[in-house]
């Protein structure tokens, strides 16, 4: 690879991974995200057909941990074949399309986040921009897959409900089809961790 060529192609990973406006600065002015995100420029500038991530978010402040996941998910894009180490199980079924389950070097289960999720009970709590009328939660308990509803403050309910990423997505245009103004749909945890406590018993994680 020529020398131009090698500046050319460091030139489109450092804005792969949103760092070519900092390009001339030394690396010991950089915060821990950007160090991070140099780092997979770095493994990057080779064109690799495999890109190994152990703990990529590991340290980082909110928003470094959502850049480093932003870049990710473009990746996944490309023809990169990505294998991410992590223990953030919430960030795995975010960025990833499969998942092994490891414990103690042997493998429990692997298959797509999404057969995974299917079936597992998941509460979410959602806040809204007006209190809910009792039309409004009457029709959201009716919606199909919800098991329970819980008003716990004026502007908040908590649900229950069995699926996967795509059951959450017909429940929360089911709610808003209600008319109910949803500011924040938040699962309480991610249904990829009740898989993982399925297979490890407790004590052994």
Do not use: W
Request: charged share 25%.
């Amino acid at each position: 690879m020529s020398g131009e060529a090698i500046v050319e192609r460091s030139h489109a990973v450092l804005e792969q991974v949103k760092l070519l406006e900092v390009a001339d600065k030394r690396t010991g002015q950089f915060s821990k995200g950007m160090k991070q995100r140099l780092a997979i420029a770095q493994a990057l500038l080779h064109e690799p057909s495999i890109l190994i991530l152990d703990e990529p978010t590991s340290g980082l402040d909110p928003r470094g941990m959502v850049e480093v996941r932003d870049i990710i998910k473009g990746l996944i894009k490309t023809d990169i074949t990505i294998l991410m180490s992590s223990h953030l199980l919430y960030e795995v079924q975010e960025v990833c399309d499969k998942v092994a389950i490891i414990d103690r070097g042997v493998l429990l289960t692997y298959d797509s986040v999404k057969n995974l999720s299917a079936g597992q009970d998941v509460t979410v709590t959602i806040t809204t921009l007006d209190p809910i009328t009792r039309p409004e939660f009457e029709a959201i308990k009716a919606l199909k897959d919800v098991t329970s509803v819980k008003r716990t403050e004026t502007l908040a309910l908590k649900l229950s409900f069995s699926g996967g990423p795509e059951t959450q997505f017909h429940v929360l245009r089911g709610i808003l089809n209600t008319g109910v103004k949803v500011v924040s749909y938040m699962p309480q945890r991610a249904a990829i961790e009740d898989v993982y406590l399925q297979f490890v018993p407790e004590g052994e994680a």
